[in-house]
């Protein structure tokens, strides 16, 4: 079974940064995609940045320019650099990952962490 874990949320003022990362863990296995997304109170869930595997890149307009996603297949890891944040980037944010093993292809999602972002 794999497991995906997000660390590096919390309260930050607005303009400052946060380092989300996404660690991928269990028995053998490939990760193929993977998206970076994030669900403010009464909103739906919506894609922030997304990443393939061969590192191509993608971005919801509201973070361009200021969201990095990133990578390190070694360490089996994702992360999302986030800086000049606003208070309407506050939501919890989820890492999904497609992921492959010896016998099957499935999503993974992890448990989510919260970012506040203060005005």
């Known amino acids: 079974q794999v497991q995906l874990v997000e660390s590096g949320g919390g309260l930050v003022q607005a303009g400052g940064s946060l380092r989300l990362s996404c660690a991928a863990s269990?028995?053998?296995?490939?990760?193929?995609?993977i998206g970076w997304y994030r669900q403010a109170p009464g909103k739906q869930r919506e894609l922030v940045a997304g990443?393939?595997?061969?590192?191509?890149?993608n971005y919801a307009d509201s973070v361009k320019g200021r969201f990095t996603i990133s990578r390190d297949n070694a360490k089996n890891t994702a992360y999302l650099q986030m800086n000049s944040l606003k208070p309407e980037d506050t939501a919890v944010y989820y890492c999904?990952?497609?992921?492959?093993?010896?016998?099957?292809?499935?999503?993974?999602w992890g448990q989510g962490t919260q970012v506040t972002v203060s005005s």
């Open positions: 999904n990952a497609s992921i492959a093993t010896m016998h099957e292809v499935f999503n993974s």
């Open positions: 269990g028995s053998t296995f490939t990760i193929n995609a």
């Open positions: 990443i393939s595997s061969g590192g191509s890149t």
